[in-house]
């Protein structure tokens, strides 16, 4: 299927053509802003953002993410650069205003246009690359009028267009190591119901605290429902040697054990109290068994009702109080001490 794809939507590229199209341009005339055209926060976008924008001396930048659609509003002189791809909904916008544009450049960082250099990669992200590759591949050689590449090997693969290496300018931002608070929650698969009930904490909770990051172990379904959700991890299940030894090694502030009203739940143990001690953390509990039963509340950690705003209030003021934290975390794990 890949071959017969690739004999039909492809053709070997010769040349970039817009000229041959009988497309005018205002190409080499006054140029005042270039329009970075991007999909979402990439690793792409964020290494090459700023070297793209230091080829346009004293213009403006502006950044357009293609997963919005509203209008955008093309200006005579614009340039326009095109991070690896371009849907068929932009095509056609800017073919609108083609006559405005000074330029139309297209930046690839990977090697998206031949197909054969796919081959070994997964079969299902294969597909989708050529799919996307081929959906836009006469319209590049149609409309670009120049070729930006990251590596020497794509400048010498595709020599005959001509094209310009761009190397990646990671901002300060990029290289700094910024200390985060973690919080953590580590329920099985059993937990899949307190899972979906922290979502909107955690939403509300990362919008709220921007110093905090957040892991929780989830099977494919939980990975969709967080992704979105900025600054979440979501860990594959482990076994339970694999999981100590990585408790033993990983240190968490604040610690989440919610746990719902349900027949299976009212025979669980304290288990996650000793998993946060382990980690250094503060835990926040739900107030019921079996943890009314080891939790003294504010003293050795936090016992409330499952109500979301409970937690993300809780989560907030521990966010932002060192010494707390410290000070429970400190008498949780005296508490687990004394009961061995």
């Known amino acids: 299927m890949d071959e017969m794809i690739r004999k039909v939507l492809f053709k070997k590229y010769r040349k970039l053509n817009k000229k041959e199209h009988g497309i005018s341009s205002l190409l080499h005339g006054s140029c005042r802003r270039v329009i970075i055209l991007h999909e979402g926060n990439s690793p792409t976008l964020a290494y090459f953002q700023q070297s793209i924008a230091a080829q346009f001396k004293d213009m403006e930048v502006k950044l357009k993410d293609s997963n919005d659609l509203s209008h955008l509003s093309i ?52 597909k989708k690359i050529l799919r996307r590759a081929s959906a836009q591949h006469k319209w590049i050689t149609a409309y670009c009028d120049e070729f930006w590449v990251s590596t020497p090997y794509l400048e010498k693969k595709y ?29 099985t698969s059993s937990h899949r119901d ?91 509990y739900s107030n019921r068994a079996p943890y009314k039963g080891i939790v003294t509340q504010n003293v050795n950690g936090i016992l409330l009702e499952n109500d979301s705003e409970l937690w993300v209030n809780a989560i907030k003021t521990l966010a932002h109080s060192h010494e707390k934290r410290m000070q429970l975390a400190h008498n949780a794990k005296q508490s687990a001490m004394r009961s061995c």
């Open 75 to 126: 200006q005579s002189g614009d340039a326009i650069v095109i991070i690896r791809f371009i849907s068929s909904h932009w095509q056609a916008r800017i073919e609108l205003d083609i006559d405005k544009l000074s330029r139309i450049i297209y930046f690839m960082d990977d090697d998206l246009l031949d197909p054969t250099a796919l081959q070994r990669l997964p079969k299902e992200y294969r």
């Open 194 to 284: 307190e899972k979906i009930w922290l979502y909107n904490v955690i939403n509300k909770v990362m919008s709220l605290c921007r110093n905090v990051t957040f892991e929780i172990f989830g099977e494919h379904d939980i990975y969709k429902l967080y992704r979105n959700i900025p600054r979440v991890t979501v860990l594959h299940p482990m076994t339970w040697e694999n999981y100590l030894v990585y408790t033993k090694t990983q240190r968490i502030d604040i610690g989440l054990a919610p746990l719902l009203d349900s027949a299976f739940n009212a025979g669980r143990g304290p288990v996650k109290f000793y998993d946060f001690v382990r980690m250094g953390a503060v835990g926040i």
């Open 159 to 187: 020599s005959s267009f001509e094209p310009k290496i761009i190397d990646p300018e990671p901002s300060n931002i990029l290289l700094e190591h910024t200390p985060m608070l973690r919080i953590a929650y580590h329920g």
